[in-house]
């Protein structure tokens, strides 16, 4: 019972004490000054993830047409290479 009870105390303890003290999200200045930081040592570039090739997705094969959107691929040409796998290119 004593065990049970010091694991309980000491669990509530430690849970005041995280409670009570600073968190990260917390920040001494502006954040657009650090976004600002961050993103001239970052070597990703940001893109707004639309691609003009068709490629396969969730609902088949689609490309994205900037100004138009989503726009689903119908035609396509096979081959057959010289390992004999048959390719496809989806238009």
């Known amino acids: 019972m004593i065990g049970k009870f010091s694991v309980a ?3 509530i303890a430690a849970g005041l004490l995280l ?3 600073a968190g990260m999200a917390t920040t001494a200045g502006s954040l657009g ?3 600002g930081v ?3 040592q970052s070597s990703v570039e940001k893109t707004h993830g639309w691609h ?3 490629q396969r ?3 088949g094969y689609h490309r994205h047409v900037p100004g138009v959107g989503r726009i689903q ?3 396509r040409k096979c081959w057959t290479n010289s390992w004999g ?3 496809c290119r989806w238009f």
Request: hydrophobic fraction near 45%.
């Open 33 to 35: 000054a650090l976004k």
């Open 38 to 40: 961050g993103a001239a």
């Open 52 to 54: 003009r090739t068709c």
């Open 73 to 75: 691929c119908t035609a």
């Open 85 to 87: 796998v048959r390719r």
């Open 19 to 21: 409670a009570g003290s």
């Open 9 to 11: 105390v000491a669990a």
């Open 57 to 59: 997705g969730l609902n």
